[in-house]
């Protein structure tokens, strides 16, 4: 299907164009701007949740320290305590050493008194029956060992632990005075173990009476173990958060604290089901490379559903304890689905105003739309009548063009188009018919290579000038060449039309030739009558004055007959006589050339007017005369004689009326025209070239006396000042002689430029 791109589908196009560009902006920028408000949500989500989750392992770094200092202080007790235990214990056996001693001073034996103490203190036992005191002299005899009589009495001096501190000399330096006790520190066999040696601090004191050292040792495991076992009964305790507790595990796996799972104290972790062995060991393993977060599920304490969770891992050095903090993270989880909501409902609000936003930006821009679409229908109608019109006038104009092509190319001229070098651009068919050059022989080449002489083609805006056009068979043609120069778009032209006038010259040479030849007989013809009617004048005149002469001598012989045969006679002399005159006149015009000057028509026809005087009383004639004649160039003579001979007519052929005659004189652009109007016997109108002619007469001698030559001296007049003579009449109202004259100054010009009138 082919489109057809009218105003209305365009208007269309540009209204679905608009409307889906506003969709697809106000859809990519909701999707954008809810995109981005979901990427923000979301980011300041996740800060949240992690916010949240750095204050849950805060809290649980703060826990497990918590915790560890308390454990530590426990741990920082132990030698405190144990000295404290030891002291008391010693001082009991001191006192009681020192009760006998002055109980039985003086009534016994020192021997027996040292006995009786021995033994009193032989059984004592504490810390769980473990503990016992020794008794030692100071130069390092063994007196009291309850747990090794057999060594009683042999000296421990050089006894000494698996450090190669010597145990006995340490005992003896503490009891020295002057404090007289103090605290040893050694090692020796642990309980139940008799190849590893642990530490042991024991406390002595001076018996001075016997100078013996009375003491006793614990092992700091003893007390470790004690304060250990109450730390971990108080962590078990231990609870933050709503549901945060400690769990404590040895290094190698034991659980020594679970406050939630009380049954799995003192297992293994190895004996934990699979799950909960596979995180503990994880948790183990994180311990070993240092503090750190584990996250694993776990389920929560009479619940089936793991939960996730995250734990504090810390190990405790000094007990070699991992301590682990645990909290649930559903608390976070939950709060993340009530932000996740919110954000959903906000998404939704979202889509929902960007909705309302497209549909309102689909509403608006369609109003816009509209009011354009229907703007630019109504444009694109009024471009595409412009266009129509314009097409119109292009077609017609190419048309024209196309006519005025043809013309040009099939005109009878030879017509040239040059750039402004004068080379050729153009020329039309009749340049190549005449010339016989090629087109291609032509075009390109300048005009001077087809001239000769190398006309002046160039300098003048207009010019026209004659020369030779040489065509291909060497032949000339002469032509009549009028250039002119164009300006079109800025670039120079030469356009030129060439006329072949070769005939009309050979036609000119003819004819003034011709001119010549008629104007020699002419002036030959006028000589001649010239001659013959001034030398005709004298044997008439010799007729007349025999005829007079004959009439006086035969006065009163003749009879009547004969005097009217000798009337007669004189009578066709006379007018034989007249005749000769007028043509002797008629030949005279131009002939005897008085030359050419300014004359003033006022006073040519007031000698006309003079002249004429008594033929105008005769008739009672009225002749008016405009006052503003002007000045004309001529001859004066000739002119006086033009109008004496027309205003002479105008009395001649009146009719019953007496004359009315009336010279007007007026102008136009050519020059000046004059007539004289009568109101005589009128000139039917198929006479009114004959009556110009020499001899041409419409009357007879004897009503109107003439010889038929007044006119056509009057048009020769006329005729040799440059102007025109003829009549207007009906036939029977009068006659008008019209004659023109040009103005002084063109007559004036012509007459300098070539002696004759324009
Ligand atoms: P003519 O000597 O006969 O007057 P013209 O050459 O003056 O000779 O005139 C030629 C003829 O023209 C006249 O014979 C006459 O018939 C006629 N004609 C000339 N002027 C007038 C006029 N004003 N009214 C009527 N007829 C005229």
């Not at 954008?32 to 750095?54: C, G, M, N, P, V």
């Not at 301590?323 to 906000?346: F, M, N, P």
């Not at 032949?475 to 009549?480: D, K």
């Not at 003819?510 to 030398?535: G, M």
Request: with cysteine.
């Amino acid at each position: 299907m082919k489109l057809v791109f009218d105003e209305k589908l365009i208007s269309r196009l540009l209204l679905a164009g608009s409307i889906g560009i506003v969709v697809t902006l106000v859809v990519a920028l909701g999707f954008f701007f809810i995109r981005q408000d979901i990427e923000e949500y979301q980011s300041s989500l996740k800060s949240l949740e992690a916010a949240q989750l750095r204050q849950e392992q805060e809290r649980l770094i703060d826990q497990v320290d918590t915790a560890k200092s308390y454990l530590t202080f426990m741990r920082s007790r132990t030698e405190t305590v144990l000295k404290n235990t030891i002291r008391e214990q010693v001082d009991e056996a001191y006192q009681l050493a020192e009760t006998i001693y002055r109980r039985e001073q003086g009534k016994r034996p020192d021997a027996e008194i040292k006995s009786l103490i021995v033994e009193a203190l032989r059984n004592l036992r504490f810390f769980d029956g473990r503990g016992y005191f020794f008794i030692d002299g100071m130069d390092g005899t063994c007196i009291l060992l309850p747990t090794a009589p057999e060594r009683e009495g042999s000296s421990l001096l050089d006894n000494r632990d698996d450090t190669g501190h010597y145990i006995m000399r340490g005992l003896i330096s503490a009891a020295r005075l002057p404090e007289g006790d103090g605290f040893s520190r050694y090692r020796w066999y642990a309980p139940g173990d008799d190849k590893h040696m642990a530490d042991k601090i024991a406390y002595v004191r001076l018996f001075k009476p016997f100078d013996w050292v009375i003491g006793t040792g614990e092992y700091v495991s003893n007390v470790e173990a004690t304060l250990q076992r109450d730390a971990l009964d108080r962590m078990s305790t231990f609870r933050f958060a709503h549901d945060g507790y400690v769990v404590i595990l040895t290094e190698n796996g034991t659980i020594l604290t679970n406050p939630l799972a009380q049954n799995d104290q003192g297992k293994r972790i190895s004996d934990l089901p699979d799950t909960e062995r596979i995180i503990s060991e994880t948790i183990l393993t994180k311990a070993r490379q240092g503090d750190g977060f584990v996250s694993y599920n776990w389920r929560r304490p009479g619940g089936n559903e793991a939960i996730p969770k995250i734990s504090f891992v810390s190990r405790m050095d000094d007990w070699g304890w991992v301590l682990v903090a645990g909290t649930y993270l559903d608390d976070i989880q939950k709060e993340a689905a009530r932000h996740h909501s919110e954000l959903d409902q906000k998404v939704r609000d979202k889509v929902t105003l960007t909705l309302a936003a497209l549909a309102l930006g689909v509403l608006a821009s369609m109003f816009v739309c509209l009011f354009f679409a229907t703007l630019l229908r109504r444009l694109i109608g009024g471009y595409k009548n412009d266009l129509n019109r314009q097409n119109d006038e292009l077609r017609k104009a190419t048309r024209d063009l196309f006519l005025v092509n043809f013309l040009v190319d099939h005109s009878a001229e030879m017509i040239f188009l040059t750039d402004q070098d004068w080379k050729l651009i153009y020329a039309n068919t009749y340049v190549f018919e005449s010339l016989g050059w090629s087109r291609g022989e032509m075009i390109g080449k300048p005009m001077t290579d087809f001239t000769t002489p190398q006309g002046d083609w160039t300098g003048m805006e207009y010019s026209r000038f004659e020369a030779h056009l040489r065509a291909k068979d060497g032949s000339l043609r002469e032509v009549e060449i009028g250039s002119k120069e164009l300006r079109y778009d800025g670039n120079l032209y030469h356009f030129a039309i060439a006329r072949d006038i070769t005939e009309r010259k050979r036609w000119e040479i003819d004819l003034a030739r011709k001119t010549t030849d008629l104007q020699r007989s002419n002036a030959e013809l006028e000589a001649f009558a010239y001659v013959a009617s001034h030398d005709l004048r004298q044997p008439l005149r010799m007729v007349s004055s025999f005829l007079t002469l004959l009439e006086r001598r035969l006065e009163g012989t003749l009879d009547d007959e004969a005097s009217e045969y000798l009337n007669f006679a004189r009578d066709g002399a006379h007018r034989m006589d007249r005749l000769i005159i007028d043509l002797l006149e008629y030949s005279r015009v131009g002939r005897v050339n008085k030359g050419m000057t300014e004359v003033p028509l006022s006073d040519a026809m007031d000698d006309a007017m003079a002249n004429l005087r008594l033929a105008i009383s005769d008739n009672g004639a009225t002749v008016t005369i405009p006052d503003d004649l002007p000045t004309v160039w001529g001859n004066s003579d000739e002119l006086t004689r033009l109008l004496q001979n027309l205003i002479g007519n105008a009395l001649k052929y009146r009719g019953e009326a007496a004359p009315v005659i009336k010279i007007t004189c007026g102008q136009d652009a050519s020059g000046w025209r004059f007539a004289v109007q009568d109101n005589g016997i009128g000139i039917a109108p198929e006479f009114h070239q004959k009556i110009f002619g020499l001899f041409q007469r419409l009357h007879s001698g004897d009503k109107y006396e003439g010889t038929g030559i007044g006119l056509a001296v009057c048009r020769k007049i006329i005729e040799r000042h440059g102007g025109k003579l003829w009549v207007e009449s009906d036939g029977g109202n009068g006659s008008t002689f019209l004659f023109t004259l040009p103005f002084l100054d063109d007559a004036q010009k012509a007459y300098q430029d070539d002696g004759t009138t324009p």
